[in-house]
């Protein structure tokens, strides 16, 4: 597999504010990553680290095989960290025309890069009349015009309407099976879910999960349960290796599990042990409840 970037122990301070703490990640070839955290999780200080906007405190990161200046490999990097800006009284195609004068690329592919981002038949339409969700789509063509290798976005469908981030995501899709690696970051679980094939989640700066997005949810989930005797429940529960977390809310204890248990043996074993269950209940937190648990509850 080819490595896109790799990242190793960075840490970003501001005075005593650690924005970015201990962060290792890799971006392999081919993947949608997210970057997903909560607002002021250290997200766009990655960013700007990686695109050699903000300096980084300590750690490190190598663009590609390591053998190229960051300088130079930024050259196969498409990156918007800010809102679009373009000149507002020049047509989008103007617009495009300039930056390929600017980043020294060819204006050959304005057209293929604005069909893409379905902005080709407004082309010769001023920047200035341009939707919210058009001017981000702009920045999108803006930043494939030198065929980059991976593409970067942060935050990008913030402040759309839902058909405006709609289009967004499935442009982003259009893109990767196009082969372009993406990094995206994101504070919405459902973007990364729909969009991303991998997934790093931060909150205050340090990584809380990194992994393919669809091995997220790996929670045993729980039981909630109520007997005839409740304290001898609880105790069972307590002594068994099964279960971590118990807490007991209007007569029902949950029981939240590390491992597989199945309803039908936890009640025989129940049973065996001199315990009648009046009710037995076996559930799975979702996703959503999972990521603002690890998000809001753990450091
Ligand atoms: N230039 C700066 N000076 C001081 N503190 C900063 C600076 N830039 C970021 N921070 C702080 O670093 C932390 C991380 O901010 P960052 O913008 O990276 O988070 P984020 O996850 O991108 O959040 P958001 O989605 O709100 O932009 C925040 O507490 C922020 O206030």
């Known amino acids: 597999m080819e490595t896109i970037l790799s990242i190793n122990n960075l840490t970003k301070n501001f005075g005593n504010l650690t924005a970015v703490d201990n962060l290792s990640f890799t971006i392999q070839k081919g993947n949608v990553y997210g970057i997903l955290g909560p607002n002021g999780s250290g997200k766009s200080t990655t960013l700007g680290i990686i695109l050699n906007v903000v300096n980084k405190t300590s750690g490190n990161f190598t663009w590609f095989d390591g053998s190229t200046s960051t300088h130079n490999a930024l050259k196969k990097v498409g990156a918007i960290i800010e809102r679009p800006n373009f000149y507002p009284y020049m047509t989008a195609a103007q617009n495009l025309h300039l930056v390929c004068k600017i980043k020294g690329v060819s204006s050959q592919k304005i057209d293929e890069k604005l069909k893409i981002v379905g902005l080709l038949e407004r082309k010769n339409s001023k920047f200035r009349t341009f939707s919210l969700g058009m001017k981000q789509r ?21 402040g759309l309407d839902p058909q405006g981030i709609h289009q967004i995501r499935e442009i982003i899709k259009v893109i990767a099976s196009q082969g372009t690696t993406i990094l995206l970051a994101s504070h919405l679980l459902d973007e990364v879910e729909k969009v991303c094939n991998h997934v790093v989640i931060i909150r205050r700066g340090v990584k809380l999960y990194s992994g393919p997005v669809d091995q997220m949810n790996n929670s045993h989930g729980y039981f909630l349960l109520q007997a005839t005797d409740n304290e001898k429940l609880k105790n069972w529960l307590l002594n068994h290796q099964s279960f971590h977390k118990i807490t007991e809310l209007n007569g029902k204890i949950t029981a939240h599990l590390n491992t597989t248990v199945e309803a039908a043996h936890l009640n025989e074993q129940l049973y065996t042990s001199g315990i009648t269950l009046t009710h037995l209940e076996k559930k799975k937190e979702s996703l959503e409840e999972q990521f603002l648990q690890l998000t809001n509850n753990l450091k």
Request: no cysteine; net charge negative.
């Open 138 to 158: 702009l920045a999108i063509a803006s930043a494939l015009l030198n065929d980059p290798e991976i593409l970067i976005l942060d935050e990008p469908t913030n």
